[in-house]
């Protein structure tokens, strides 16, 4: 069985500029979330989604987005790119209960310059 | 808020030796999921082990076990004859079974593990 695929693994983007991430998760998993990972703030939770609705959001500016589709894939998106916002996202899924295990992907590096 | 403390930034292991990481959470709920996780240079993060909070046996998956205090909201993994390959760093998770916890880890800062051949 596949894991949780992310893409691109890598990209660079320039300040002002947004980015869009895609994650596809495990086959059967309805629940997609996100966390950003940065050196200084360690792992944050940005969103959670389930069946196309947002269940949770973390503290995060509105320039962070996300979005869920019909067959559980899942975007995030990124308006007005500030340094800061350069980080490792990680895209995780699990069957979409409170007692499931979140399993996660490799993680997109996105670099802001 | 639930928060989840790791004390220690680094350890380091002699091969085939035991070593234990420290978690410690704050929290006022009653029922919860915590969670080892493992991120290798590689950067995925790979699930080591879990326990459910309403469990009071400890967890245990190889060489990897758990001790599990609830009242004093402790969490330690102990990896015992330990490999190269469990060098990586490690993040204690913590998961609520209610409200806005739901749905999200919460994360301690990780400790880094080193493993000396």
Same mark, same amino acid.
Request: overall charge neutral; hydrophobic content about 25%.
């Given at each position: 069985k596949a894991g949780v695929t992310q893409t691109p693994r890598y990209l660079i983007k320039t300040r002002g500029q947004q980015v869009t991430l895609s994650c596809s998760p495990i086959s059967g998993h309805r629940s997609v979330s996100w966390y950003q990972q940065t050196p200084g703030q360690g792992l944050q939770f940005l969103f959670e989604y389930f069946s196309e609705t947002q269940r949770n959001k973390g503290n995060f500016p509105g320039r962070f987005s996300g979005r869920q589709f019909s067959n559980s894939r899942s975007e995030m998106n990124v308006s007005t790119l500030e340094l800061g916002d350069s980080a490792l996202y990680l895209c995780a899924s699990s069957p979409g209960t409170n007692r499931d295990t979140i399993y996660f992907g490799e993680g997109s590096w996105l670099t802001v310059v | 808020a639930q928060t989840v403390t790791q004390s220690q930034p680094e350890m380091s292991v002699q091969e085939a030796e035991t070593v234990t990481l420290s978690? /410690?959470?704050?929290t006022s709920e009653s029922d919860y999921y915590l969670f080892w996780y493992k991120q #290798? #240079?590689?950067?995925?993060? *790979?699930?080591? *082990?879990? !326990?459910?909070?309403y469990k $009071? !046996?400890?967890? /245990?998956e190889n060489r990897f076990s758990v001790n599990f205090q609830k009242a004093a909201k402790s969490f330690s993994?102990? *990896? @015992?004859? @330990? $490999?190269l390959g469990d060098a990586a760093m490690y993040f204690c998770a913590y998961r609520g079974d209610s409200?806005? @916890?739901n749905y999200k880890l919460t994360f301690g800062k990780g400790t880094l593990l080193t493993v000396n051949p």
């Open positions: - | 978690c /410690t959470y704050d #290798p #240079p590689s950067r995925q993060m *790979i699930l080591v *082990i879990r !326990q459910e909070a $009071q !046996q400890n967890a /245990t993994l102990k *990896i @015992s004859d @330990s $490999q409200g806005g @916890s």
